[in-house]
């Protein structure tokens, strides 16, 4: 039988963090918790017996974070094992993943080349449910689409390894589309599952922030953001609609920041940054002062 596993990000947990890693525990057979943190947080989920603590010291982003530990564990992994992903905001319910896994073994027992699954997400920060606006329907509850949002995302280890895992390029935010157009490019179908639904936080919670560590943290996401467009803009993956997004975001929208925006300075010195990293190769954290 495969077993399941889940990869989880970790950037300066917190008590509320510790229970949401302790409800993935339960439902999985092994837990690996990726610290992305600056300092350990190991006590936090020393009770949580079925889970693998990795400390890096270091922001090596979600991508590289996730292939550390198929790099690092790659002899425990089998073919047919299902793999979750999970960042540190996702509070699944009790079931969750077992239903995940429930409907994946029913797609494919229907003959669907189901390459990841994931449910729709009901964001607390605006009290709505996110559902993927474009979808085909497969059969009921079910939709193909173009991509699901990392947190929750299932699929098979075989398929990961088919697609060479996680693109490092991608640091954060487009990690996820990367990974599913890949994943459909090579003749999987990408789905979700309107019956299931997590509870997980999209974007910054700026409410919870002072006002200087919120711009900061709105930078640091728009550098991200720059800098993995002009990665995936180009890439034969990487769909039409997409593309033309990315144009947009690195043309009209740049421009219309730049002059809609007081910090202008600033924000342009962001933009050549991520040309610049873009052009270098360069795929590490935000660096403010460089």
């Not at 439902?27 to 610290?35: A, E, G, Y």
């Not at 962001?270 to 660096?287: M, V």
Request: hydrophobic content about 40%; glycine content about 4%.
């Amino acid at each position: 039988m495969p077993e399941t596993y889940a990869l989880i990000t970790l950037y300066h947990p917190d008590a509320a963090c510790a229970e949401n890693v302790r409800r993935i525990a339960e439902q999985t057979d092994r837990v690996f918790l990726c610290d992305n943190s600056p300092a350990p947080s190991e006590d936090l989920f020393c009770s949580i017996e079925n889970a693998a603590y990795l400390f890096f010291g270091e922001n090596r982003g979600l991508s590289a974070a996730f292939n550390t530990v198929f790099r690092r564990y790659r002899d425990r992994f089998r073919p047919d094992d299902f793999i979750l992903f999970f960042d540190q905001d996702s509070t699944p319910p009790a079931g969750h993943i077992e239903k995940l896994t429930a409907l994946f073994l029913a797609l494919e027992q229907k003959g669907y080349p189901v390459g990841c699954l994931g449910p729709v997400y009901f964001n607390p920060n605006t009290g709505k449910l996110k559902i993927p606006r474009v979808r085909r329907r497969l059969c009921d509850g079910v939709f193909a689409v173009e991509s699901v949002i990392t947190s929750s995302l299932l699929t098979r280890y075989r398929i990961l390894e088919e697609v060479s895992f996680w693109n490092e390029r991608c640091f954060l935010d487009m990690a996820d589309w990367d990974l599913c157009w890949r994943i459909r490019a090579a003749g999987y179908l990408c789905c979700a599952a309107e019956e299931i639904v997590l509870r997980h936080r999209l974007g910054l919670n700026v409410k919870a922030e002072g006002a200087a560590s919120a711009r900061g943290k709105r930078m640091a996401r728009e550098y991200y953001q720059l800098r993995e467009a002009l990665c995936l803009r180009r890439q034969p993956y990487t769909p039409l609609r997409f593309r033309l997004k990315f144009f947009n975001m690195l043309t009209f929208k740049a421009a219309y920041r730049l002059l809609r925006f007081e910090d202008r300075a600033a924000r342009f010195r962001l933009y050549q940054r991520a040309r610049r990293d873009h052009r270098a190769g360069y795929s590490g954290p935000w660096r403010e002062d460089a």
